[in-house]
């Protein structure tokens, strides 16, 4: 399908999408259910809880209309979905994620007066926790339905509108639950999560990420010998043999078959966390050290078991000279193994419709690429469904003063309506 111009109809209906309504629809939900809604990636940390802002997507889809489920799986935690059927056709879902990262040093967010569920706009940059992750995303999704259903046109299929759970722990509980256990199973899915470029004052624009990289966690203990500090020339560090460690880490290569789209990192090792040592035993260095890392970018056809043999490979060639070290390769309990995802083709929907939207809009056609992080759309992919990612945030992540694009997320609303209405074959 080739770019086409806006028909009078498709017009009328962004015209109802502003800059003042996103940003009024994005502080509200910014502020819902905070701090409740921060997830952590961290297996041993307490599960978010999403009801408050579940409920609040859910009453904006029945304002428009939709029939709303809120289905559960773990107490505190509801999904939300909405559908509205129109005549014989395909089914299109919308999808965000109600979770976000959670706020561990709020003293360092001086871009929101210290509050990081306070909205504040500097120049064309809205602040706050959820802004480009994803409470400014699933702003500009809801804000695109909401223009599409007050039209009220005559749809040629079915729309739905999903927002999950547990999207930050990789969708134990939304995606996973919502696909396996409740069957959802649109014929196409557009997650509304972060796939902008270019800075604020240069040319910008969005990517359709038609695949994922995936991740997984894994940990390397390293047992020596325990010693007083006065003679460390008589122990086996294992701290200091992690610091050795890690270089090859940073730089070691995983075995994989290079896919015709990589993420925007190959498959790698990122770090996270050292820990070594005793409260109370300061006095001695210790004879366990646990290097936490997680593997990036991993593509179609690598495994954990792939990805423990390749770090063990490294772990023993730098450790084998001592035989007073050890070292155990695992998974972190907990935590799940991501697969990469097959990429959905450019001459298939959704692609087809978001890409000739987006030329129309912006007048040139967008990059396709793989996305470097988890999203629903991985689970979606692993059930069949022809899903992609496509939105205003940023694949920057800031862990502090978090970020989104004002003029991105207004324009992004605007892309999703049109899609909507031309993927459905809607019409007044």
């Not at 560090?237 to 995983?254: C, Q, S």
């Not at 290079?258 to 005793?278: A, E, N, Q, W």
């Amino acid at each position: 399908m080739s770019a086409q111009e806006l028909s009078a109809f498709e017009q009328s209906v962004i015209n109802k999408i502003t800059e003042e309504s996103w940003l009024k629809l994005a502080a509200d939900l910014i502020r819902c259910g905070q701090p409740d809604s921060g997830n952590a990636l961290d297996p041993d940390q307490p599960h978010a809880k999403e009801e408050a802002i579940a409920h609040m997507v859910a009453g904006e889809l029945k304002g428009m209309g939709f029939d709303v489920e809120m289905p559960v799986k773990r107490t505190g935690r509801p999904n939300v979905l909405g559908r509205i059927k129109g005549a014989e056709g395909p089914s299109l879902m919308i999808n965000d994620h109600l979770d976000t990262y959670p706020v561990v040093e709020p003293e360092k967010w001086d871009k929101t007066d210290f509050d990081p569920y306070k909205a504040t706009r500097h120049g064309n940059l809205l602040f706050a926790r959820g802004t480009s992750d994803t409470r400014g995303n699933m702003a500009s999704a809801l804000l695109a339905l909401r223009a599409v259903t007050d039209a009220k046109p005559a749809l040629k299929g079915e729309l739905l509108a999903c927002f999950t759970v547990d999207e930050e722990r990789d969708g134990t509980d939304g995606s996973i639950f919502m696909v396996e256990e409740m069957g959802l199973n649109p014929d196409y899915s557009i997650t509304a999560e972060p796939t902008a470029w270019g800075g604020p004052d240069g040319p910008w624009g969005m990517s359709i990420s038609t695949a994922n990289s995936g991740h997984c966690l894994v940990e390397i203990e390293i047992t020596g010998t325990k010693g007083h500090i006065w003679r460390p020339d008589i122990v086996a560090n294992p701290i200091l043999e992690a610091g050795r460690l890690l270089a090859d880490l940073e730089t070691m290569a995983f075995n994989h078959v290079p896919d015709k789209f990589m993420g925007h990192t190959p498959p790698m090792c990122s770090v996270v966390r050292i820990r070594g040592g005793l409260t109370g035993e300061i006095q001695f260095s210790p004879d366990t050290c646990t290097i936490t890392l997680s593997v990036v970018g991993i593509v179609p056809g690598m495994t954990m078991e792939s990805v423990l043999q390749d770090i063990s490979t490294v772990v023993t060639g730098k450790l084998s000279g001592s035989n007073e070290i050890t070292a155990a390769v695992r998974q972190v309990a907990g935590s799940l193994f991501v697969s990469g995802t097959e990429n959905v083709e450019a001459d298939q929907e959704p692609v087809v419709t978001l890409s000739s939207v987006y030329e129309t809009m912006r007048g040139e056609a967008p990059k396709l690429n793989r996305k470097n992080a988890f999203n629903d759309t991985i689970r979606f992919r692993e059930a069949g469904i022809n899903a992609v990612t496509f939105g205003p945030g940023e694949d920057g992540w800031a862990a502090d003063n978090e970020w989104i694009s004002i003029p991105k997320s207004v324009e992004a609303a605007k892309i999703y309506a049109i899609t909507i209405l031309r993927l459905l074959g809607a019409n007044a």
